[in-house]
């Protein structure tokens, strides 16, 4: 009863020596300068489902599409299960660590005494062998809080690369439709061109128009043409794309031949005061990063003392006979105390490397934060920008198409110059081409402002 009592009395003793752990105890930071920081990573209600408001079943196809098959996304999901097992193992390091051993050995001449000359001995053993590291200052504990820190950095980058895949397949879809929209008017723009070549040509051949005149409806025409190989370049690169993002053959999507840009049926909203870094995924990776950093101080710092281990076995030692009952029974405790004090240099150096890891990591979660708060307000005001530039384009075109139905009314009633033509023509041309190509830009804006605000931006 004496020794139970004692051997608790030691369990207990260690137990609470096991309480402490060496190091910093992290403070998940509130403030970046002066940016208040509220709140902890959330991941968007809609981050996976936003782009449903567009009403684009080819795009909603696509997006779904891309987050079951992605293979970025697959590498992400297997970290996140790689960072957590990592985590679990750290954990089992708390507990005694063990393995069930069966044995046989034999010798002969085990001593240099005569007596022993010529002397063969067998023996078999079976038991348990058992260890375990006393986590006295809370190495272990601290390893494991930065196992788990990463491990929930890994989750936050998996929700990132869920936030970045669907960026660039809503980009590459707003690019692929872009290049269809854009071709689609250069055709137009070319068949108009033809038309009044046709008209040229007949009053060329009349003699009421000059070779001049021809030659230069001519050059318009071959520079509109010049232009078509160049926007099924841009359309079979946005195909590519997307078809390597979906993780697709080049050809396979089969879209929707209509080359319509998707559109929101209502604005987009921001709710004044609500903060929005907490769903910046690159924001939250890095604290939990500045977290792992400020464990791993604590791991290298319980170097500075004493560690203790007891090893011990439970079984049963035998000779030839392989008899296994009370008389072959074994047993063995062996604590041990290690003590790096000869190398204290070294675990000091180890300490102030943990240290400026720590600095660094925040001050690249500080700097996170101002990048993604410059981020989210540069998407706002570029949108805002080219939806402005989008709207007068399309006022300009409106009117170079009015300018250019007059001109050619002017001309096919002999009231008209050619030249005056001519220009209406290619002003009409550049401005239709120029309002396709602010189209396409304001969408990509609207995907920037998406990622930027990690999905959590609500349509009013």
């Not at 051997?7 to 609470?16: S, V």
Request: hydrophobic fraction near 40%; include cysteine.
């Amino acid at each position: 009863m004496g020794n139970m009592l004692k051997i608790g009395t030691l369990a207990a003793f260690i137990a609470a020596l096991s309480a402490c752990s060496v190091g910093p105890d992290y403070q998940v930071p509130d403030k970046a300068n002066n940016i208040e920081l509220v709140g902890s990573y959330e991941q968007a209600e809609k981050l996976t489902n936003w782009w449903q408001a567009f009403g684009d079943e080819d795009l909603n196809h696509l997006i779904d599409e891309a987050l079951k098959e992605n293979r970025t996304l697959v590498q992400a999901q297997a970290n996140v299960l790689r960072a957590y097992a990592i985590f679990r193992d750290s954990q089992n390091d708390l507990l005694p660590k063990g393995t069930l051993d069966a044995g046989y050995s034999a010798s002969k001449n085990q001593t240099v005494l005569r007596s022993d000359n010529d002397t063969i001995t067998r023996g078999y053993n079976t038991g348990a062998n058992l260890t375990w590291d006393v986590d006295l200052f809370g190495k272990v504990r601290r390893a494991i809080e930065a196992s788990l820190a990463e491990a929930e950095q890994a989750d936050i980058l998996w929700h990132d690369a869920q936030l970045q895949i669907i960026s660039q397949v809503a980009a590459s879809y707003g690019d692929y439709r872009g290049a269809q929209f854009r071709l689609k008017v250069a055709e137009q723009n070319l068949a108009n061109l033809r038309q009044t070549r046709t008209i040229v040509k007949a009053r060329y051949q009349a003699g009421f128009a000059s070779e001049l005149e021809m030659a230069r409806i001519d050059a318009q025409v071959f520079q509109v043409e010049s232009t078509v190989p160049q926007m099924r370049t841009l359309l079979v690169r946005a195909d590519a794309t997307l078809s390597a993002l979906l993780a697709k053959k080049p050809g396979e999507l089969a879209l929707n031949t209509q080359p319509d840009l998707p559109q929101l049926s209502q604005p987009i909203a921001l709710v004044p005061g609500k903060n929005y870094l907490r769903y910046r995924a690159d924001v939250a990776s890095s604290e939990r990063a500045l977290a792992a950093s400020t464990a791993r101080i604590g791991v290298a710092t319980a170097d500075l003392y004493p560690n203790v281990s007891v090893s011990g076995f439970l079984g049963f030692l035998s000779g030839p006979g392989l008899t296994l009952g009370g008389d072959t029974k074994s047993w063995s405790v062996a604590p041990t105390i290690s003590w790096q004090a000869a190398d204290l240099a070294s675990v000091k150096a180890r300490i102030r490397q943990a240290e400026a890891s720590s600095d660094i990591a925040l001050a690249q979660f500080e700097q996170q934060v101002f990048d993604a708060l410059a981020d989210m307000q540069f998407s706002l005001q570029s949108y805002n920008f080219s939806r402005q530039q989008q709207q007068s384009t399309e006022y300009q075109w409106q009117a170079s198409e009015k300018a250019m139905t007059l001109a050619r009314q002017r001309f096919e009633a002999g009231s008209g110059e050619f030249l005056e033509l001519l220009e209406a023509q290619r002003d009409a041309l550049q401005s239709r081409d120029q309002l396709a190509l602010l189209e396409q830009q304001s969408f990509n804006r609207l995907v920037d402002i998406y990622r930027a605000f990690g999905g959590g931006i609500s349509v009013i």
